[in-house]
């Protein structure tokens, strides 16, 4: 049996300081999403992640978000927030 073809996932921006992510944030997507979500964290556009439109995960997709509190939180304490 094939394994089924993973969904790229996406990083939208919604606007003001609210961003989303559709699909699986699994190790075949997390490594084109990092640096999206870090610069949408930097740029202050990414204080409310929405995912809602998250189809799957695995542990890879839990060390992203791990990832980006800790991007968010040295932004915040450095006060570029």
């Known amino acids: 049996m094939k394994p089924q073809p993973r969904e790229a996932a996406s990083f939208e921006v ?3 300081e609210r961003s989303r992510i559709i699909g699986g944030i699994e190790f075949a997507t ?4 990092l ?16 995912l809602s439109g998250v189809t799957g995960a ?22 570029e927030l």
């Open 14 to 16: 919604l606007g003001g």
């Open 30 to 33: 997390v490594t084109a999403l």
């Open 35 to 50: 640096p999206v979500g870090r610069d949408a964290i930097l740029a202050g556009q990414a204080s409310v992640i929405d």
């Open 58 to 79: 695995d542990s890879a997709g839990l060390a992203l978000l791990i990832e980006w509190l800790s991007i968010a939180k040295g932004c915040a304490a450095s006060g």
